[in-house]
């Protein structure tokens, strides 16, 4: 089983709400700030085109928003996971700068925090590895790396690897274009699904 979360699509009535960043925590963080502009739909796109080429290659899929809008916050979400029990969670986003010429794709993993991530860690950054890898050469984008995490909330609840994948930047002319087509979120997709075949073959 395979989790798909893309990002945004609560609408803010909900979104505005607030959830603690962790289990036990006091720190509190908006369910959903909504996003860059565009990128709900594009993370939404380019998710079922994802779950449409896993299933062909065999695997079960489960997706946190299979529609434009979700009633669900980042605790929820990591907790649909969870209790499905997901090989891996990949949660898909797209970023957005002040500076237009900011481009590439990056991917975030948990941070190593003990008592919320310290089980999901490793296998976290190793699934962080192999799915920017298999994206970079699927799509052609810039390669940004890795980056760990400590303030997502989707990372501090998840009982299973998780990562986060920046697919581009939507405030970048050249890339949000691309990102706004069938072909690109197709080959995005095609490098989602080669990383966690990777990820799932160690
Ligand atoms: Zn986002």
Request: positive net charge; hydrophobic residues 40%; glycine residues 12%.
């Amino acid at each position: 089983m395979i989790c798909l979360d893309p990002g945004h699509g609560t609408p803010p009535a909900i979104g505005r709400q607030t959830e603690p960043i962790g289990p036990g925590s006091r720190v509190m963080k908006i369910k959903d700030g909504g996003g860059a502009p565009g990128e709900a739909q594009v993370a939404l796109a380019i998710g079922l085109k994802t779950r449409t080429l896993l299933r062909r290659s065999g695997f079960r899929v489960a997706m946190t928003r299979s529609g434009p809008t979700t009633t669900l916050g980042n605790v929820a979400r990591a907790h649909f996971c969870n209790v499905r029990h997901a090989a891996l969670m990949i949660r898909i986003h797209a970023d957005g700068s002040p500076d237009p010429s900011s481009h590439g794709f990056k991917t975030l993993y948990p941070a190593l925090h003990r008592g919320w991530t310290d089980d999901i860690y490793a296998a976290s950054l190793r699934a962080a590895g192999d799915v920017q890898r298999a994206s970079i050469r699927a799509t052609g984008a810039l390669d940004l790396g890795l980056f760990p995490r400590d303030d997502l909330t989707g990372f501090n609840w998840a009982n299973v690897p998780a990562v986060l994948v920046e697919t581009g930047f939507m405030s970048n002319p050249r890339e949000s274009r691309l990102l706004k087509t069938g072909a690109y979120q197709l080959k995005v997709a095609r490098g989602l699904v080669a990383g966690t075949e990777a990820f799932l073959r160690r």
